[in-house]
């Protein structure tokens, strides 16, 4: 029963009719949670001791750069599942999530420059994780060039799946190595807040915005799929008459 | 009955959107030269990729002697020779190197010296010649040296006669008859007439899909 | 196409085919490759000339001091390396696919593993080795203190064969591609990254007077975590792209 399932997820037809009704909750769910937890950090958060209100950006820096790794592994997973099944809905997912991932690691990078400004008082520092999120994004420019780059839809997908499979066995051992070139070059002396010893206060509404962040990476992760479903099934009966009703 | 060696069951075959062929079926018998014909771009070069394995694409069955194709990938290909339209053949090299390499890369299975396949196909004396001296018919003929050293029981050839002269290409129809005669099989595509009697004729245009989906038809 | 006598050849059923081995396909096409390679001798040349050259710019765009180049010689080579490596990786599998002889390749009766394992130690025979080979001659060019000349070429040796194990993923996607040249180069550099940090720490650290074994030792598990991984990468991504 449970691979009927399963292949019955694998039809793009059947998905596009399921997640219909899921859109606007998904889309209330998100907004709503982005709201608070923005309203939250940004007006009733106190500020920090060494940074004042500069650090704020956090409440996009970390959900971004946090959804930046989880997205590449969405897209990876989601290629794999493609390559392995031949599931058509998976390389769909894959090819939506490429360039949505690079939007948000561009976005931690950016944000992680502006907050660098105030803090270092350079709009560039080569820190670790900074680094390991530009070797990132570059990773992601790498699976969107590949996929633009084939005419034919199925080779662009199959390709960029191995490559996202690559860079998957990749990434840890690209996040180790500038860790460590890290440490060898630059005594830690400059260090972000980290996690652990943040206060309550800043620490629940940045929990909101993780989990509205995520919420929202679905959203778009979905309607992006529905959209790729469309043009992809653009020749068979029931997206013509799908057409033709609205 | 005996079995055939290649069976084809409702294989249905779609790129770049388009369905280039469906429901088709083909039985492959020991003694069977086969020309698949129809108009450019109907998928012959796509059914000759589905049939050398380059290509999985498909929906419906392939069977080798009765099981399925994608369980005995490496038996087939064992008793698989392809030469494509693209001869295969490196310029930098000599046809006798060329040959070695081929047999070498086929488990050294060979049924003649390489000397005397080159000689076949009227290339004595050029054996340790660079192929950037050779005209096209010739690299094409280093290409179908190939056919004499090879024991495969499966011949996949992409326009064989492509800059062969009129006296090569009736040899050539000599030496698959011989073949199938022996109980192999040849499927080739071809633009050019044969004079071969015994040839099957499959033409893919048939199995076009009869109507395609358009959106004139609901508006 | 001479008058034959077919009862010279074996018969069709006469002989049975035995089951395939590895071995003979692999010295096949390593022997075809390197036979090709040294045909095509004064291309072989290009990638070590690319290095020199780059080198040279070093001094002129920046100091001819040697502290100053002391300073950037162990990053230096290893980034010209890895940039000479990327550049002559566009022809590893497209010259096969260009002339048919890649369709061969892929259906012979073995594991596509072997052979791609045969034609990426080729480029690395007439790449990675000269490179490291070169290295010292680099190393006099950019005042390299005497200490860094062994761990350059240990590291180098080790380094260039993961640069073209991974290298062959990137040639293997982009093979049907008309322009694959610079998109090989995007796709490929951010994976370069790890073998860059310990290939240049390695000898920077023998400089510094500090054991380079470490790094060396990672250098060596990236080298086996490639020969197994990618060549099995780049047979797949073969199989993808060829029906581009």
Request: neutral net charge; contains cysteine; aromatic residues 10%.
């Amino acid at each position: 029963m449970a691979w009927q399932w399963f292949h019955r997820l694998g039809s793009p037809r059947w998905f596009f009719e399921k997640t219909n009704a899921w859109i606007p909750w998904l889309a209330a769910i998100s907004i709503s949670l982005l709201i608070v937890g923005a309203v939250w950090g940004l007006a009733f958060a106190p500020a920090d001791m060494k940074q004042g209100n500069s650090y704020r950006i956090i409440y996009i820096h970390v959900p971004a750069s946090f959804l930046a790794l989880a997205g590449y592994y969405t897209m990876a997973i989601s290629g794999a599942i493609g390559l392995i099944w031949k599931m058509k809905l998976a390389d769909m997912v894959m090819k939506s999530a490429a360039p949505i991932g690079a939007v948000l690691t561009f976005v931690a990078l950016i944000t992680g420059a502006v907050w660098g400004k105030p803090t270092w008082g350079t709009w560039w520092v080569w820190d670790a994780r900074i680094t390991s999120m530009l070797v990132l994004f570059f990773l992601y420019l790498g699976v969107i060039a590949l996929q633009e780059a084939y005419q034919n839809q199925d080779t662009a997908n199959k390709a960029s799946a191995i490559l996202a499979l690559v860079g998957t066995v990749n990434i840890p051992i690209i996040y180790k190595s500038v860790d460590w070139w890290y440490t060898l070059h630059q005594p830690a002396t400059i260090k972000f807040t980290s996690e652990s010893t943040i206060h309550p206060t800043m620490l629940y509404p940045l929990l909101v915005m993780v989990v509205g962040f995520y919420v929202f990476y679905a959203l778009v992760l979905l309607m992006r799929t529905r959209t790729e479903i469309l043009s992809r099934e653009k020749k068979t009966r029931w997206v013509q008459e799908l057409a033709v009703k609205t | 009955m005996t079995q055939p060696l290649i069976e084809l069951q409702a294989l249905r075959c779609e790129r770049d959107e388009r369905v280039l062929f469906e429901n088709l079926d083909l039985k492959v018998m020991p003694g069977d030269v086969v020309q698949i014909e129809g108009p450019n771009g109907c998928g012959k070069t796509t059914l000759l990729r589905l049939l050398t394995t380059t290509s999985t694409d498909y929906e419906g069955q392939i069977l080798w002697c009765g099981a399925p194709l994608k369980d005995q990938r490496l038996d087939y290909l064992n008793k698989l020779l392809y030469v494509g339209h693209l001869p295969g053949v490196k310029k930098a090299l000599t046809p006798r190197e060329n040959l070695d390499w081929f047999c070498g890369v086929n488990q050294g299975h060979q049924r003649c010296t390489i000397e005397s396949a080159l000689e076949e196909v009227g290339l004595f004396g050029f054996e340790d010649v660079p192929c950037h001296h050779l005209s096209a018919g010739q690299l094409r003929r280093v290409a179908l040296a190939r056919l004499f050293l090879t024991p495969a029981r499966v011949w996949v050839l992409d326009e064989p006669f492509t800059a062969i002269d009129k006296q090569g290409v009736r040899n050539l129809e000599n030496l698959m008859a011989e073949h199938a005669a022996g109980g192999g099989c040849v499927l080739l595509t071809t633009h050019q007439d044969m004079s071969m009697s015994a040839v099957r004729k499959i033409n893919l245009e048939e199995f076009k899909p009869q109507s395609e989906w358009s959106a004139g038809d609901i508006v | 196409m001479s008058a034959r006598e077919p009862q010279e050849r074996v018969s069709l059923q006469a002989q049975p085919l035995a089951t395939p081995g590895i071995g003979a396909g692999f010295w096949a096409t390593l022997r075809r490759d390197v036979l090709i390679a040294f045909r095509h001798r004064g291309e072989m040349a290009n990638p070590i000339m690319f290095l020199l050259m780059v080198i040279t710019m070093v001094p002129l765009g920046i100091s001819p001091e040697s502290a100053v180049l002391a300073n950037l010689a162990p990053g230096m080579i290893w980034v010209v390396a890895l940039l000479a490596t990327l550049l002559s990786l566009d022809g590893l599998f497209r010259s096969d696919f260009e002339d048919g002889s890649l369709e061969q390749l892929l259906m012979s009766p073995q594991p596509l593993y072997f052979q791609v394992l045969a034609k990426v130690l080729v480029h690395w025979l007439v790449t990675g080795l000269p490179l490291t080979v070169m290295a010292p001659i680099l190393g006099v060019m950019l005042s390299l203190p005497s200490a860094g000349y062994g761990p350059l070429m240990a590291s180098l040796l080790l380094g260039t064969g993961c640069l073209s194990l991974i290298g062959a993923i990137g040639a293997a996607l982009t093979v049907a591609l008309r322009k694959g040249g610079i998109l090989i180069s995007l796709i490929i550099m951010p994976l370069y990254v790890p073998v860059l940090i310990f290939g240049a720490s390695a000898v920077t650290s023998a400089i510094d007077g500090f054991p380079m074994s470490g790094q060396l030792a990672v250098l060596g598990a990236f080298l086996a975590l490639s020969v197994i991984l990618a060549p099995l990468a780049a047979a797949g991504a073969l199989r993808i792209s060829v029906n581009g």
